[in-house]
């Protein structure tokens, strides 16, 4: 099963491409993901991506499509995957064409309305390991350590209100195209995210 799953910030993709992905047995590809590691880790690439991302603007899609394609051609993708976050342009929606070998089965867009998303992306705690997410007031946000794999659990920096309410700016501009490109013509499925 290859599959895409996009919508806004704190639409739940996260926590939705987790389940799915255990569901089909097939790796959870989240380039957010694999930009932060990239930050912790110290890399070139992070460096380059942590200001943009702090700022709540995309990264360049070169960058992406390099990073994308590098991660597909692992072999734990080979009979398929979950990406989430990616595409995000119409750019990244053509490069994913030539990169993905089959091609995608099937793009889910998670609606969610913009006011619930700032309410939780604000609440909103991820631990530093491996992504666990939690809302402020569950008891590993409040004790900030992660339940799940004792790492420490943090509010992201770009979840701040003003970089949110910027990167669902950016998000809304860059989606109505990306829907314009690969509308429900052309096999997105929307799902409620509520
Ligand atoms: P996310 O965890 O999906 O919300 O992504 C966090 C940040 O990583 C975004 O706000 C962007 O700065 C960067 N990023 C992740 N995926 C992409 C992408 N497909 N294109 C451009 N930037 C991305």
């Known amino acids: 099963m290859r599959l895409v799953i996009f919508g806004r910030q704190g639409a739940g993709k996260g926590t939705q491409s987790k389940l799915l992905a255990e569901h089909f047995g097939v790796p959870h590809i989240s380039t957010g993901d694999i930009f932060r590691a990239a930050i912790s ?95 402020a007031n569950d008891p590993s946000a409040r004790s900030g350590i992660c339940e799940v794999d004792g790492s420490a659990v943090v509010q992201r920096d770009d979840d701040t209100e003003s970089a949110a309410r910027h990167r669902l700016e950016v998000y809304a501009e860059q989606a109505a195209a990306l829907l314009d490109r690969d509308g429900e013509a052309n096999g997105v499925v929307t799902g409620d995210g509520v």
């Open 41 to 135: 880790a110290g890399t070139e690439i992070g460096l380059a991506a942590k200001a943009i991302m702090d700022r709540g603007d995309l990264v360049p899609d070169d960058v992406l499509r390099g990073i994308v394609a590098e991660r597909l051609a692992q072999s734990d993708a080979a009979d398929g995957w979950l990406l989430d976050g990616f595409p995000r342009t119409p750019t990244q929606a053509d490069d994913l064409d030539q990169i993905a070998d089959p091609p995608l089965d099937l793009a889910i867009n998670l609606e969610v309305p913009e006011d619930v998303v700032v309410e939780r992306i604000s609440s909103r705690r991820v631990c530093k390991a491996e992504g666990h997410i939690y809302t």
